[in-house]
């Protein structure tokens, strides 16, 4: 949000954007009128609207491309769906013909119980994670979490960087650190080897940190497989 | 059967609601309609340059179907079942790709002696309208509701009121606050203005 615009003249402009007020309209003609801050304000929120809106566009057009089916749907598509199918405990309607000999009433009874225990499961997850969702972390909404601990907001430097999160054994995290000012498009400036605690110290690299960043802890079990993922952002405060 | 879905949310909502009453008709049908995350993911794939090869999409299909099938008690009906899903198949799809870049990364520094340097100007992500995707799932939980209703399902702010159980104004309050922090977050990612 602009801090350099007074509260009345951002409520102008937030009663233009919401469709309170038009443009022509006073007093929002004359504050556009005078106002170069209030029109750059105007414009990028209306920027960030049509953003959206090609994000709708793009999904109406994805979801139209997907209900046409594609000439590469086959038989691997139908074996993803039979994995969706056991993910969910049920069998796919084409798969439905009851050749394994299960009557209905067992597979019924087999279903409900996948689906309630699918959903205490999901519940228990989303209950004990709730209060670690970090909403800045793009990655958070689809998975598990390494909580972030510090550095985090204003911070004086970037001593260590620490997070949490109980690896398996074997297990490893890579840290990412991403230059966050603005007009570096988040380049990649560290990536770590693997680290077997969750924390990270910059020693002499402190000074080649940019003043913003963006960092990314992954959690790999012993295999390489992704456990779980955490982002958050500092800023160089002195 | 469930009874239809309240007035002004999408039929889909009873159907969501079947199936996770364990109805046997239901699930099958939502495990056939789901079929769209497989084809939107390839779609998306083959946007991208097919930075995924046909195995890893197969894995990343069961994949988000479990982020969804985990996350359908929280579908509510503001738009078409598939709609929401899409949003899932794109973050899934972005998620899966940074993994696989990371992964590349790390083989790479490894092949070298000691510890190499990064790769400055690497970037993280596939496209502008993936980083809108991203910066979007990021808001704050109320500002993102608002956003994702007016914007991504057409809802006016009256509608939006009382889906949410708010006044119009504090609705639009919020919405214009997540467009304040969307606009910071994309002018930053761009690095220029979002406009």
């Known amino acids: 949000m602009s801090e350099s615009l007074p509260e009345e003249e ?36 209306e920027g960030v ?40 405990g049920a069998a796919p309607a084409q798969a439905a013909a009851p050749t394994d000999g299960v009557p209905r009433l067992a597979r019924l009874a087999a279903v409900v119980t996948a689906v309630a225990a699918t959903l205490l499961a999901v519940l ?10 970090d909403p800045l972390d793009p990655d958070i909404p689809l998975g598990p ?4 601990d510090a550095p985090a907001g204003a ?26 000012r603005a007009g570096m498009a988040l380049d990649e400036v560290f990536a770590s080897p693997r680290l077997r605690e969750p924390r990270w110290r910059p020693g002499a690299r402190l000074d080649s940190l940019p003043d913003e960043i963006r960092w990314e802890v992954t959690a790999f079990d012993a295999g390489g497989a992704v456990l779980a993922t955490g982002s958050g952002e500092a800023r160089r405060s002195p | 059967m469930s009874a239809a879905a309240p007035a002004g949310l999408h039929a889909d909502l009873a159907f969501v609601r079947d199936v ?21 993911q390839r779609i998306r794939n083959e946007k991208l340059g097919r930075p995924l090869a046909p195995e890893d999409l197969a894995d990343l299909a069961q994949e988000t179907f479990s982020v969804v099938w985990g996350k359908l008690a929280e579908f509510r009906g503001e738009a078409a079942l598939e709609t929401w899903v899409h949003h899932f198949c794109v973050l899934s799809l972005l998620n899966h790709v940074r993994r696989k870049t990371r992964e590349s990364r790390r083989r790479e520094r490894e092949e070298l002696v000691g510890e190499a340097p990064s790769r400055p100007g ?18 704050p939980p109320d500002e993102r509701e608002v ?10 702010f009256t509608e939006i009121s009382a889906l949410l159980g708010i006044s119009a104004n504090t609705a639009k309050t919020r919405y214009y606050r997540g467009l304040g922090v969307l606009r910071d977050t994309l002018g930053k990612a761009f690095g220029e203005e979002s406009s």
Request: glycine share 6%; proline share 3%; with cysteine.
């Open chain 1, 49 to 88: 609207e049509r953003r959206l809106t090609e994000i709708v566009e793009e999904t109406a057009d994805e979801l139209h491309r997907a209900a046409a089916g594609t000439a590469e749907a086959g038989a691997e598509e139908e074996r993803i769906l039979a994995g969706f199918a056991e993910a969910a």
């Open chain 1, 155 to 180: 911070v004086p430097d970037y001593e260590e960087f620490r997070w949490t999160y109980e690896l398996p054994a074997g297990g490893y995290f890579e840290l990412l650190i991403l230059d966050a």
């Open chain 1, 145 to 148: 979490t390494v909580r972030l």
């Open chain 2, 20 to 40: 996770l009453a364990g109805e046997a008709d239901a699930v099958r049908s939502f495990v056939e309609r789901m079929r769209c995350i497989p084809r939107v």
């Open chain 2, 147 to 156: 956003i994702r209703l007016k914007q991504l399902c057409g809802r006016s």
């Open chain 1, 10 to 45: 951002l409520d102008i402009v937030r009663r233009i954007l919401t469709g309170d007020l038009r443009r022509e309209e006073e007093p929002a003609r004359s504050l556009l009128d005078r106002s170069p801050a209030a029109r750059a304000e105007l414009e990028q929120l």
């Open chain 1, 124 to 133: 228990f997850v989303l209950d004990r994670g709730g209060e670690d969702v």
């Open chain 2, 122 to 139: 690497a970037r993280t992500f596939a496209s502008d309208l993936d980083l809108v995707h991203e910066a979007l799932d990021g808001l």
